[in-house]
């Protein structure tokens, strides 16, 4: 089992709507998540830090349930350069894990 | 923007070539990493280093070295390119704050292709 799982997609959104979508993570120990953003054939670059409380940056919130150990990313008002694969990433033992990402793509 | 770079960008090399991909960070960083990543699929962590002299085999068993004898320097070298060796390499740094090593700022990648 991976440790840190993503639904690939992709998710096709009409601009201007919504999307969510979730990552697990089998680590229990873990205590730092984050959410990357990478685009077609570039570096990934860190979108956001995800806090135990919750945390929004603008149209994009993250949260964190650690008893279901999952994080999850919201879009709002979704614009066509959202078009991206996101990365869930966890701080395993130290060590950052990468999820292989989900696939947003962004239509007019 | 990330001062984190690599050299070459692209390269294109024959079977049997011995190769160093470069990277370099001017943020003073500790830690740095490599990463493999095929087209649409996960990174992979194959190298870390917490530090001069410090390198560490990742979790994708790899064929490549690393050495680290200046903090900033982090270069990745194949000793005989196969086309298995195919993919992108991404070079990664981050520093050590509040008890965890936090974001990692990622190089641009060097995109290898051996024939």
């Known amino acids: 089992r991976k440790e840190v799982e993503q639904d690939p997609g992709p998710f096709n959104v009409p601009e201007g709507a919504t999307v969510a979508f979730n990552c697990t993570y089998s680590?229990?120990?873990?205590?730092?998540f984050f959410w990357y953003r990478q685009d077609c054939r570039k570096e990934p670059k860190l979108l956001m830090s995800?806090?135990?409380s919750g945390n929004e940056d603008g149209r994009f919130t993250a949260q964190l349930n650690r008893a279901s150990q999952y994080i999850s990313l919201l879009i709002r008002d979704s614009k066509l350069s959202d078009s991206a694969t996101y990365l869930c990433?966890?701080?395993?033992?130290?060590?950052?894990?990468f999820g292989a990402g989900t696939q947003v793509v962004v239509t007019p | 923007e990330a001062d984190i770079y690599q050299t070459p960008r692209y390269l294109v090399i024959g079977t049997g070539k011995k190769i160093t991909l470069e990277c370099s960070q001017t943020?003073?960083?500790?830690?740095m990493y490599w990463y493999q990543q095929d087209p649409g699929m996960e990174l992979h962590l194959i190298h870390y280093?917490?530090?001069?002299?410090?390198?560490e085999k990742g979790d994708l068993s790899s064929e490549s070295t690393v050495s680290r004898i200046r903090t900033e320097h982090f270069p990745l070298t194949l000793e005989s390119a196969r086309p298995s060796h195919t993919s992108q390499y991404l070079c990664?740094?981050?520093?050590?704050?509040?008890?965890?090593?936090?974001?990692?700022?990622f190089g641009p990648g060097t995109r290898l292709t051996v024939l």
């Open positions: 990433v966890v701080d395993s033992w130290g060590k950052l894990q």
């Open positions: 943020m003073g960083h500790d830690k």
């Open positions: 995800v806090y135990s």
């Open positions: 990664a740094s981050s520093e050590y704050r509040r008890g965890t090593y936090n974001e990692q700022f």
């Open positions: 280093s917490y530090g001069v002299n410090s390198t």
């Open positions: 680590n229990s120990a873990s205590q730092s």
